[in-house]
Structures are given as structure tokens and as C-alpha cells.
């Protein structure tokens, strides 16, 4: 990763008013002249996103209106493969941070962390590091993680209409719908939802629906607040 210079633009991803407040805050600390933008959901994110200026890291909070559980790392992940991603979050037990690392995440700041820690933590990762707290102890990873991860991989061949015709496979839309939704027509549709089969390794697509719904991991939240 390049050294941060004033042209850096940093990407504030979450739905709290006072933590982005906070997050702003730890990013000047550690780098007073970037450029820090913020976003109140992962919608909103995608809009910026899409502006020519790229950004040069995303912090992220895993629980935001439009998404639930690793939803939101794995489509930042998915459509923008480059963008080192920060997940900031006040949920900290080792089974999510493992999780969160093995999606790609760059690093993983608990919310209850102090300003100085926050703005050290961006440093880290800036200069290349992958952060973690220091209580965390890695866990090796057990078959269900590494199938998730390696699907991670595969959703990353997608190109961005393949992963909208694919979000709508899992809201159940048939491919008449689909074509519909997306203003084209179904022989197109079908392309698409080959090419989806074919880079996910899958043979059909109920089973890209249950396999990619596994990545949700739900189960990991479920029970748990304040994050």
C-alpha cells in the first residue's frame, strides 16, 4: 500500500451520527489532511463510490439498515476488490473477527477502542498491516470458513450486472422479472445467469441461492447487541 498523501480519500461507512463523528475524528488524528467522506448506509456508500475520485480505504460497521450480518464487507469486497475495507464494530468475540478476516476485511477496530488507538489502527492498516485488537487470538480456520472464503473469491469474477442479476435470484425473481427490473431482455437474462453458475462452480441456480445465502452468517449475530 502506497504512503497516504493529501490527495488520500477515506470512506465512512456507518448509520450512528456521533461514531462517524468519532471515526472522523481518529482519521484526522492520524491523518490530518485526507479527504473523509461519510455515508449512512451501504446504498448510500455504493453512490459514492461510484464517483471517478476513488477512495483509499473504507471503514465499515457491520450493522447497518440496508444489510445484516457480513452483507455489507461482501458486497464492498465483491464490487470493489481493491478498496482495503476497516470493519469498526462494538461486537468483538474471536468468531467474528476470524470471520470478517477470512472475507477479505483489512483489519477489525472494536468501537470501544480510545481515539488515539482508533487513529493508530488506520495508520497500521495504511501502512500495510492487517489490524486486529490485541486480545484477539487467531483461530484456524474450520471447513465452513474456508468454503465461504473461497466462495468470497468466486463472487469476485462477478462483474456488476451479474451480482444485481444474482441479488435478484435470491429475492426469488424469476428471469422474466429479472429482465424487466433490468430493462433487457430474458435471452440476456439467461446469459447472465449461466455465467453466474459457471464462476461460482454451482449447477443450478437454487444452489447459488442457498450457497451464497450461507455467507449471510446471521447465526454469528443472532442474540447479540450493541454493535
Known amino acids: 500500500m502506497t504512503a497516504v498523501n493529501d490527495s488520500a480519500r477515506f470512506l465512512i461507512i456507518d448509520d450512528h451520527p456521533l461514531f462517524r463523528e468519532a471515526l472522523h475524528s481518529a482519521v ?3 491523518y490530518p489532511d485526507v479527504d473523509t ?3 449512512r448506509s451501504i446504498t448510500e456508500a455504493f453512490e459514492l463510490l461510484a464517483d471517478a475520485k476513488p477512495f483509499d480505504l473504507a471503514l465499515l460497521d457491520l450493522s447497518m439498515p440496508d444489510v445484516h450480518g457480513f452483507d455489507g464487507l461482501l458486497q464492498l469486497r465483491t464490487r470493489y476488490p481493491r478498496l482495503p475495507v476497516v470493519i469498526v464494530s462494538g461486537h468483538e468475540e474471536p468468531k467474528i473477527i476470524s470471520e470478517a478476516l477470512s472475507y477479505g476485511a483489512a483489519g477489525f477496530i472494536p468501537k470501544s477502542a480510545r481515539k488515539s488507538d482508533l487513529a493508530a489502527a488506520i495508520r497500521s492498516v495504511m501502512e500495510g498491516a492487517i489490524y486486529v485488537p490485541e486480545t484477539y487470538e487467531g483461530q484456524p480456520p474450520d471447513a465452513d470458513s474456508t468454503d465461504r472464503a473461497e466462495m468470497v473469491q468466486r463472487l469476485a469474477k462477478l462483474t456488476p450486472q451479474q451480482l444485481r442479476v444474482l441479488q435478484m435470484l435470491r429475492q426469488g425473481l424469476l428471469n422474466k422479472q429479472i429482465a424487466y427490473e433490468l430493462q433487457v431482455g430474458e435471452t440476456t437474462v439467461k446469459a447472465h445467469v449461466s455465467e453466474i453458475l459457471r464462476k461460482l462452480n454451482v449447477y443450478s441456480r437454487t444452489q447459488a ?4 445465502s ?6 454469528l449475530f443472532r442474540g447479540q447487541a450493541g454493535f
Do not use: R
Open 28 to 30: 484526522q488524528m492520524a
Open 37 to 39: 467522506v461519510e455515508a
Open 209 to 212: 441461492v442457498i450457497e451464497v
Open 214 to 219: 450461507k455467507l449471510d452468517s446471521a447465526e
